[in-house]
T-cell receptor, first 110, second 114 residues
């Protein structure tokens, strides 16, 4: 079983819609969760971190964490074509190791 | 503030040769991490430095890989001798301190072993 699971996609949404990206993790003791955006051929860019249950909003992005369900999500409101990228979920486990999911490819269609 | 830098951006070497990758973290970041992404797979942890000390090297594939961080500044990752399965993109990331876990990635080095 992988430490972090993501649907590889592609997830296609029309411009202006809400994109919902999901991630599950296996280590129940994990405390820190991150979303990275990676454009093709580029390095991962940190867009959100979340540590507590609930929602955390930053501009058009909202990260949601449910530790009981071991589930993290990222919502992108008013999706733009420039949001088209691969979104990586990362988790820090209690032994301070970081695990990444394989990423979900998002396509925002104009 | 300059971001994480890595050198070279690309390297093509033959099996059996040696390659050294370099990472310069964000100034003041004590934590430095090396990761590798093999085609079609997820980014995998290799090792973690805190200043000049290896905090965790459990992800290093084998003893052909050697990482150093002289003086707690830049880090090098040497592969000797390189094998075909070492091909991939090697990322370096840094973070400020133990309580701050946000990691910032460098552009990566694409290594191709032929």
């Amino acid at each position: 079983q992988k430490e972090v699971e993501q649907n590889s996609g592609p997830l296609s949404v029309p411009e202006g819609a809400i994109a919902s990206l999901n991630c599950t993790y296996s280590d129940r003791g994990s405390q820190s969760f991150f979303w990275y955006r990676q454009y093709s051929g580029k390095s991962p860019e940190l867009i959100m971190s979340i540590y507590s249950n609930g929602d955390k909003e930053d501009g058009r992005f909202t990260a949601q964490l449910n530790k009981a369900s071991q589930y993290v999500s990222l919502l992108i409101r008013d999706s733009q074509p420039s949001d088209s990228a691969t979104y990586l979920c990362a988790v820090r486990t209690p032994d301070n190791k970081f695990y990444f999911g394989s990423g979900t490819k998002l396509n925002v269609k104009p | 503030e300059a971001g994480v830098t890595q050198f070279p951006s690309h390297s093509v070497i033959e099996k059996g040769q040696t390659v050294t990758l370099r990472c310069d973290p964000i100034s003041g970041h004590d934590n430095l991490y090396w990761y590798r992404r093999v085609m079609g797979k997820e980014i995998k942890f290799l090792l973690h430095f805190v200043k000049e000390s290896k905090q965790d090297e459990s992800g290093m594939p084998n003893n052909r890989f050697l990482a150093e961080r002289t003086g707690g500044t830049y880090s090098t990752l040497k592969v000797q001798p390189a094998e075909l399965e070492d091909s991939g993109v090697y990322f370096c990331a840094s973070s400020h301190g133990i309580l701050v876990h946000e990691q910032y990635f460098g552009p990566g080095t694409r290594l191709t072993v032929t």
